[in-house]
């Protein structure tokens, strides 16, 4: 993942800020609300055309869903439902983003109307996929970190093809429904090989059982 560094030194950032501020009456749970919030706010100025305006805001709702993670961890006030919440909450983000999209794309005439309607529909379900795939699988004890397209890079090109519109919009929702349905493949794929290897390794351990039993001790 592209940005894994840089979203990395964002959060450390994003602790120490808070770490210094920890004490405003605000809970990470409110933050997260307030970032979904703007990114809906985003959504709604996507659907009406003010493209590079709703790319600052989406911005801004980004840097809310950063810093309500680095709220929690620099004040001790990381729960369950804490993250339960924030990653709900994010897929009604990403859902509203892609929804504001398909009512711009409808209101606009133009030759690739149909396909730019398509691409951000599969673009929606790649993102949903990728999610689901990670969380399903975590659910079952596996490792899914992978994939060229999280989340992070996925509101990354958005807001590129916001700020730039055009071409360079257009260009970004074929980029987002290849990505991140590539990226589901790849996590599916992590996961699947994970499994064989565990598969593998019972087998293995079965096939050794009988011949320890077997062994006659002098």
Same mark, same amino acid.
């Given at each position: ?8 030194? #964002?959060?450390? %950032? ?13 809970? =990470?749970?409110?933050?997260?609300? !307030? ?8 959504? !709604? ?11 600052? #805001?989406? !911005? ?17 006030? @990381? ?5 339960? +919440? ?6 009604? @983000? ?12 409808? $209101?606009?005439?133009?030759?690739? %109307? ?13 993102? &949903?996929?990728? @999610? ?7 659910? /079952?004890?596996?490792?899914?970190? @992978?994939?060229? &397209?999280?989340? =992070? *890079? ?11 519109? $055009?071409?360079? /919009?257009?260009?970004?929702?074929? /980029? +987002? ?7 589901? +493949?790849?996590?599916?794929? *992590?996961?699947?090989?994970? $499994? ?6 019972? *087998? ?5 059982? =009988? ?8």
């Amino acid at each position: 993942m592209f940005t894994t560094r840089f979203e990395a030194w #964002v959060r450390r %950032q994003a602790e120490k800020l808070m770490t210094a501020i920890g004490r405003i009456p605000i809970t =990470p749970n409110q933050i997260t609300v !307030i970032g979904v919030a703007l990114t809906f706010v985003a959504a !709604i100025l996507v659907a009406n055309g003010y493209l590079r305006l709703a790319g600052i #805001v989406l !911005i801004v709702g980004g840097t809310f869903d950063i810093l309500d993670g680095a709220l929690a961890r620099s004040t001790g006030r @990381s729960y369950p439902y804490g993250a339960f +919440l924030d990653s709900t909450l994010d897929r009604y @983000s990403e859902a509203a983003i892609y929804i504001g999209l398909a009512v711009y794309f409808a $209101g606009t005439a133009g030759p690739y %109307q149909r396909w730019l309607l398509f691409g951000t529909a599969a673009a929606l379900a790649g993102s &949903f996929l990728v @999610s689901y795939v990670r969380a399903r699988a975590q659910s /079952l004890g596996f490792v899914c970190d @992978s994939g060229l &397209f999280a989340r =992070p *890079e996925r509101v990354v090109v958005t807001v590129i093809g916001l700020i730039f519109g $055009g071409v360079v /919009l257009y260009g970004v929702v074929a /980029l +987002l429904a290849m990505l991140t349905n590539f990226t589901a +493949l790849q996590r599916i794929r *992590e996961v699947w090989l994970q $499994g064989r290897a565990q598969r593998l390794a019972i *087998e293995r351990e079965a096939a050794a059982a =009988p011949k320890r039993g077997n062994t006659v001790t002098p």
